[in-house]
Structure formats: C-alpha cells, structure tokens
C-alpha cells in the first residue's frame, strides 16, 4: 500500500489552507489579458507560432498559480482547453502540472477518460503514472495526481485505474451525477427496481471503492464527481456513501451557491473539493481590474471564495 | 448544409475499396519492430528523447498507413496510445494524421471526449474543426474526419459537436453498445419500462442523429459504436435504427468472427466500419514474419480481412 492515500493528502490540504476550493484552469485565448498576447500576434505559422502560444497560455496559469498558492490547496485542468491548442496547449500544460506542484498543489486532470485493458493503462500512464521505453527512459506525459474518469464501459474501465491506485498514491474521481441539465437524460433513468440509474451507479462505485479503502483512512482513492446543482441528491448521496469524496462542478458560473454545495461536506466539513474555474479565472474582468492585475483579482475573488466556504469547516 | 456528410462519404471509400475494415493504429513501444527503436535507444533525456520518440511511433504508422492505404478506407487513432508517450506521442499523432489524410483514408479519431458547452466546444476545435488565435492564425491541433463520443452527460454533452456537423462534413460515432464484459453493468440496466438502458438510449442517439439527417442521404453524421460481442443485440439495433452507421470494435482481438460482426451491415453491406487494431498491426509476429516486413505482414492480414467481408457486401 502507499503511504498516502491521495483523498487523504487532499483532505489534510484543505483543512491546512482552511479552504476546499479548486482552481479550474480552463484557458481560453479570449480570456487572456492583453499584454500576455502580444507576442503571439507577431508570430508565423508554425513553430515560432506553437512556441509563442504554449509561451503565452503558460505564463497566464503562472500568473494565476502563483497568486493563489497560499490560498487554494488544489488545481484542476480540464484537458479540451489544452488539446484545442494542440502541441502548443499541450506543452503549456505540461509545464502548468509541473509548477503546480512545486508550489504544494495537489493536481487534478480533468479528461473524463474512458476505455478499458490495455487502452484504460495507456490513460493511467499517460495522466497519473508514466511510461518508459523499452530501454528505461522515463517519457513524461501530463501526470497528475488524480484523473477524472467516466465509467460508462463498467468494471473493466474502472480497474486499469484502480490497479494503479493501489501502489501510487493517486486518486479518480468517477463521473456519477453531473451538473448540467441534461445529464438526467441517461442519469436519472428509472429502474425496474425503483431506483434512478444514477443511485444504483453510486452503489456501484462504492463498491469499487471500499475494495481499495485501507480501513484507517475515511476516504477511498477513488471519489466522485456530484454536481452542486442537484443539492437533495447531493445530500443523500452524502449521507449514504460517507468514505467517496466528492468533487463538485456547478458553484458560481453554473447557478449554485455555496449552500447549495455545502451538502456535499461530512460533519467536519471534509470530504469535498469545489471547482470554480471561470468565476476565479475571470474575477478581473467581473471586479473591473485593469488587465495587468488579473491575477490579483483572481486572489481576491478566491479570498472571497474561501469565506464564503470556510463557514461550513469546523477545526 | 455541407456538400458531403462523412458517413456517406466513408460509405462511398468502403464500396470503392470493397472492404468495410478500419485500421486502428495503437502503437506501443512494444510492438515496434527493432530496427525503428535503434535511435532511440540512444537519445538523451528531454528534446532529443522527445524526437527521437515522435519519429519512432510517426515511422510506424508510416509504414503501415503506405501498406495499407489502397486496401484500407479509414484508420483509427486511439488517444490514449498517443496521450501515453506525451508531446512526442501527440507529435507523432498529429503528422500522422495528415499523412493518412493524404493518402486518401477517412480519420476517426477515437478520443471518448465527453463534456458539456464550451468545453465541448473545445473538444469539437481539438479533434474535428481548428482553433484560432484572436489574431486569425490557426492552430493545429489533431483535427479527424470523425471522432468517438461518450454521451453519459445526455444532449448537453452531444449539441457542441453536432452544431460543428451540420456546417463541416464531419461525424461522431457515440459510445453506445460496448464489446467488453462489464460494459453491460451500465448498459443493460433493467429499466421500469421493461427495456434494458442501451435500448432506450439507442433510441435517444436516434433521435439526435435524425435531427442531422439529410432525407436524401441513407445514413445521419451521427453514428454509433456497437460492440460485435453481442450479435443479437447488434443485429436489433441494425434492424431498428436503419439510419445509424456502425463502427464496430471487438472483432479479432476480442473474440468476435466475421460472422458475429455481419449483422452490423445494411442489406447491401453497408452502414458498418469493422475496427482491427492488434490484429493487424501485430501481424508480423503471428505470421512469423521477420521484423524488417513488419508493414507488409500487416498488408497481408488486411488482404485476408478484406477477403473475410467482402463477401457479405454487394455489388
């Protein structure tokens, strides 16, 4: 077993920086400030162009890790707005994972990555592991310390993961109850046994993570994602499944307020993590900062942030 | 509308070449023949292990896409096998898939992305359409014909895709029916109408593909994934949702036979892609080859693939 329980370390985090927030790091081109973009605008196509892009996404994570490192325990990079860069984007988050954790947070890869055998290693190995070559060299790719993962394909998409998980030290976070509307379509579908779809889901996904729950530690390697817009089915799942930690999309930019996610914590106030990616991302442009203090304001609105959450903790 | 929808058009590429197989490419290391591994072995940790890398994988798609691209309608690049190697691995990926794009082969990306909105969106420009810069510049980044979608977030997490078919010619192929084991847990849930989950969201990806579809065209530019493990099951869903093009994966490799995987096929053979990808690439060694004919043992096991399904196509 490993010495630490990722849920754990997480877990310890929050209460140390006394604030379950993550920074979702979503970058668009649009959203960056101005004077991070002039060098990109003279650049030609190719690699003076890929280099000036990655340059430019890079230094606006910096920007933004740098100013909450004492604040938020936790960072969460959701793969699209880094694929949508291609190589670019994908050096800029290879190079965010790296400076996130030399500044002490704990780095979640948002990429909802399903598959199964072989194909569902090649996803550990390329977000929470590492591969080498036949000759022992390391190959970085973009290890995180957890992965969101969708387990539409069942057991043999979620036990690649697991099996990983065993000795590592990392965490997934399972997609269960998501927060857009929609997500009923398929997740609240009535069973022949009175259920919805998603409630016998979570049952399955506890089962998968107990089997990996060392008895000492209150959560399990493997957590959940519950969106904060459905906060009755947030409540219940709580109540019912008390060792999966959550990870909560849908505060702020997505219509639920910090009551609505306060739910999701145990009795503590543990055993939650809260995404805010645009409403921190963005705060400079809603709290009318001029642009070259965006990251100041992305502080501010985290410390608003932490306030408005730390009431539900109790130390 | 755009002038060609890719179902029709791959339709078109399987009659011409008489051959309903996909070329999935999913390299490892492993599989490589030694003479591509040479200068790796060599390479020095960070930029040139990175080249040396991206040439390696990019060498052995060559020699296999170059076999094959007269037999072959379309190949399938698994993310996680590229995702796995990093930089070097997406490297690798992207001058591969401009390379197939040349030599005439339909490309389906097989990524699984699932996410809702703008994140879609972002997932949409990575794999299927481009990004921009504010300045006009394009990105590349891994754009394919096509690409697989997991639709567990319901229509939110489908829209952002489908508004990118109706204008590009493009397609997706949603995850509905998996070849794996576990894949039933979610998938055959017994619902309170008396129908098992894939057959009511069978019906919902209907519905969505309708919507795209041009009535003068046999098949929308949504599709479904149907796992040829499960005939029966396969042969329904061809029978009820005649408008729905296959891509069928688990032949070879997962036990599927030919015949197993022929009910996937409309009455004239069409409206189905089977998915080979250890079958064929590892040819080499199952046939004895010596590893320097590694591209042609791969040529030979597509001639016998062709040669199995040919004859339930008609001409």
Redesign the interface.
Known sequence: MPESNFMTVLGERIFELKNPSLLGL?P???YLPEYL?KD??R?E?GAE?EAE?ARALFRYNEELLSACSKIIPAVKF?M??Y?????????AL?DSIGLAKSLGYQVIIDG?????????E??A???LKE?K???G??????QGDALTV????????VKPFADELRTSGKGIFL?LR?S????????D??????RK?YE??AE?CAAWAEKLRDKSEAYSPIGVVVGATYPKEAARLRQNFPHLFFLVPGYGAQGASAKDVAVAFDRKGGGAIINSSRGLMNAWQALGYEHREFAKATQEAALAMRAEFSQFMKF
Chains 1, 2 share one sequence.
């Open positions: 979503d668009k081109l649009e973009l990109l605008a650049a196509a162009l892009l959701q699209a707005y694929e949508q860069y291609g190589i670019a984007g994908l050096r290879q909802k990555r399903n598959d199964i055998g072989a194909t569902a090649a996803y190995r390329a977000f591969s070559t036949p000759f060299q390391s190959v970085p790719a973009f969708n387990f539409y394909l069942g057991e043999d998409g997609l998501t857009n509307p929609s997500g009923k379509e398929l997740q579908m009535q069973l022949a046994d009175g779809a016998s889901l399955r």
